[in-house]
């Protein structure tokens, strides 16, 4: 098992910035890729970043592209999200996500349990 905690979110000003944390600990070897999706009210959840466990290879929607950076710290097994210029449609519940596959395609088994994000306008 592999159990995953963020930390991090809260209300900004569009435009504003935030960095979302997510601790990582169990079986972290079984652990491909570490990612972020995004939940909003009524929607579906969505992918939103992805990096390798080596940090070699990162994936962003389209959305968030130029904006959101991935990076993760090994000697911490936590990845991160600095997302800045936010806008009011990033407002959602982000969640962690872990697993041994491309997160972006697969549905990952391991998730945290969400911090929300609310962007004011």
């Known amino acids: 098992q592999v159990q995953l905690v963020e930390s991090g979110g809260g209300l900004v000003q569009a435009g504003g910035a935030l960095r979302l944390s997510c601790a990582a600990s169990?079986?972290?070897?079984?652990?491909?890729?570490l990612g972020w999706f995004r939940q909003a009210p009524g929607q579906e959840r969505e992918f939103v970043a992805a990096i390798s466990w080596s940090g070699s290879s990162t994936d962003y929607a389209d959305s968030v592209k130029g904006r959101f950076t991935i990076s993760r710290d090994n000697a911490k097994n936590t990845v991160y999200l600095q997302m800045n210029s936010l806008k009011p449609e990033d407002t959602a519940v982000y969640y962690c996500a872990a697993d041994n596959i491309n997160l972006r395609i697969g549905v990952p088994r391991y998730w945290g349990q969400g911090t929300q994000v609310t962007v004011s306008s």
């Open positions: 169990g079986r972290t070897f079984s652990i491909y890729e």
